[in-house]
């Protein structure tokens, strides 16, 4: 049987200053699959719609993207922060509340880790080299790797049975608090690299990008799990 999943969209003015959505390829080609159909999700300002629209899909993935706005953890913008377009920002924020509410199994990458971690009571650093400058996050844009330690109670640890991984990284905000989630992966500088929602049937978010090295095991790992999740979802 045929599973839908839904990706949230990248949304942001064009150099024309025309409002667009977008999803880059790596996303759904990762999720290239016989028995998966990726629907892509733009924003929607009706949650009757919206909840419509869930209804179809058995799983959601949040998608990576530029920074979230600090006011939701309270914080002053620092100059080196980008902001997301309001519109795709608050979107999510409801698009998140509703997917929970329908116990939609839900992948998070990058910008959708930070966006879930915070909708949970967590916080970002706004700029990591100001903070926690021991490792390089790959901010500037370069390709770097670096170590994490999987929590032992964290699925992600069961899935890859073993005690730490290496991730590739390319990220200057990062998660130091993820609020009422498990921080199931961590960096040696105390950045959170992947978190998930203890007693949820699936909510895991990574701060790396699997989608594009689909080809190794921590990736294939973390895919196959959220579509055995959403074929569950779909067909219990």
Not at 33 to 41: E, F, M, Q, W, Y
Not at 107 to 112: A, K, N, R, T
Not at 152 to 173: C, G, M, R
Not at 199 to 213: C, D, I, M, R, S
Request: hydrophobic content about 40%.
């Amino acid at each position: 049987m045929t599973i839908n999943i839904a990706l949230s969209m990248n949304y942001h003015f064009s150099a024309d200053n025309i409002e667009r959505a977008y999803l880059d390829h790596t996303y759904f080609d990762w999720l290239a699959n016989d028995d998966v159909l990726c629907r892509a999700l733009f924003p929607v300002e009706d949650d009757n719609k919206l909840r419509q629209y869930l209804a179809t899909v058995s799983g959601l993935i949040f998608t990576g993207g530029l920074d979230l706005d600090p006011a939701l953890w309270h914080e002053p913008k620092h100059p080196a922060t980008t902001i997301v377009h309001q519109r795709r920002q608050n979107f999510e924020l409801r698009l998140l509340t509703a997917a929970m509410e329908m116990q939609l199994p839900i992948l998070g990458i990058c910008l959708g880790m930070q966006l879930i971690s915070v909708a949970h009571g967590g916080k970002l650093t706004q700029h990591i080299p100001d903070s926690h400058g021991q490792i390089d996050h790959g901010y500037n844009g370069n390709k770097t790797r670096h170590k994490v330690t999987l929590n032992q109670d964290s699925k992600l640890q069961t899935w890859l049975n073993t005690d730490s991984i290496e991730v590739p990284s390319a990220h200057h905000q990062g998660v130091i608090n993820c609020g009422r989630l498990l921080p199931a992966a961590i960096a040696d500088d105390g950045i959170i690299e992947a978190v998930e929602l203890p007693g949820y049937p699936f909510l895991t978010a990574v701060q790396w990008h699997p989608e594009k090295e689909p080809e190794l095991p921590l990736n294939r790992a973390i895919i196959n799990e959220f579509i055995k999740s959403a074929t569950l979802y779909s067909h219990p």
